[in-house]
C-alpha cells in the first residue's frame, strides 16, 4: 500500500511570496489532515477534511492560509504572502474514517521564509 | 482546548535499559491516546494507541499506561536499542482532533 505522497519536500521564499503544497492520501482514505510543525514542537492541526467538506479549520491562519480538497482526493494548502513565522515543517495525514483511526503522516514539506 | 504536557524533552539511555516518558492532559473528554515515532526527516509514525476504556497495553517492547483519573498517561520501552534513537510525541483526542506534546528525544547509545 503506498503511503501519503507530498511534494515539494523542500522549498525556500521570500517574505510576501506566495507558496503551494500538494498532497496525495493514501487511497480510499476519506480524512485528510494538513498540520505545521515547527522546529522542536509537536504537529498542530490547521485544517481537517471529511472527503471534500471541511471538519475544523479553527486554527487555520484564513487571511493568508488556505486550502482545498477537490474530488475528495488530492489537496492544496497555499500561504499568500508567506511570514517569517510561517517557516516549519508541513505535514499532510490522512485515516480512513473520521475519528480515532489510525493517522497515516507524509514525509513533510519544510518551508523556509527568509 | 485541549492541552497536552510532555516530559522529559530529552531521554538518554544506554542500550538494553528502559526509557519512560509521561505525558498528561487536561481535557476530561479526551478518550484516545496515541503515541508517534519520528524520525529525522520523516513523518510521525504511530507506534502504540490506548483508548480511556483501557488501563494499559503492551506491544513487544512497548507498553502504554492511562491513569484517567490523574489525566496521565506514559510510553514504556524496555530493551531499548540504537535504532529506537527517535523522537516521540504523545496526543490526546477528544472531539476527533489530536492535539500533540512537545516531543522527547530519545537517544540510545550502544
Known amino acids: 500500500e503506498a503511503g501519503v505522497a507530498q511534494s515539494p519536500r523542500y522549498k525556500i521564499i521570500e517574505k510576501r511570496q506566495s507558496v503551494a503544497f500538494w498532497c496525495n492520501p493514501i487511497s480510499g482514505h476519506a480524512t485528510l489532515y494538513w498540520y505545521q510543525q515547527i522546529l522542536g514542537q509537536g504537529p498542530k492541526l490547521l485544517i481537517q477534511?471529511?472527503?471534500?467538506?471541511?471538519?475544523?479549520d479553527s486554527q487555520l491562519p484564513k487571511d493568508r492560509f488556505s486550502a482545498e480538497r477537490l474530488k475528495g482526493v488530492d489537496s492544496t494548502l497555499k500561504i499568500q504572502p508567506a511570514k517569517l513565522e510561517d517557516s516549519a515543517v508541513y505535514l499532510c495525514?490522512?485515516?480512513?474514517?473520521?475519528?480515532?483511526?489510525?493517522?497515516?503522516f507524509g514525509p513533510g514539506t519544510r518551508l523556509t521564509v527568509l | 482546548g485541549e492541552n497536552v504536557e510532555q516530559h522529559p524533552s530529552t531521554l538518554s539511555v544506554q542500550e538494553g535499559d528502559s526509557a519512560v516518558i509521561k505525558c498528561t492532559y487536561s481535557d476530561s473528554a479526551s478518550n484516545y491516546f496515541p503515541w508517534y515515532k519520528q524520525e529525522l526527516g520523516k513523518g510521525p509514525q504511530l507506534i502504540i494507541d490506548?483508548?480511556?476504556?483501557?488501563g494499559e497495553k503492551k506491544d513487544q517492547r512497548i507498553a502504554v499506561t492511562l491513569n484517567k483519573t490523574a489525566k496521565h498517561f506514559s510510553l514504556h520501552i524496555t530493551e531499548t536499542q540504537p535504532e529506537d534513537s527517535a523522537v516521540y510525541f504523545c496526543a490526546a483526542s477528544g472531539f476527533q482532533k489530536l492535539v500533540f506534546g512537545t516531543g522527547t528525544r530519545l537517544l540510545v547509545s550502544p
Open positions: 490506548i483508548r480511556s476504556n483501557v
Open positions: 477534511f471529511q472527503n471534500n467538506g471541511v471538519v475544523d
Open positions: 495525514a490522512s485515516s480512513s474514517h473520521r475519528g480515532y483511526d489510525e493517522q497515516f
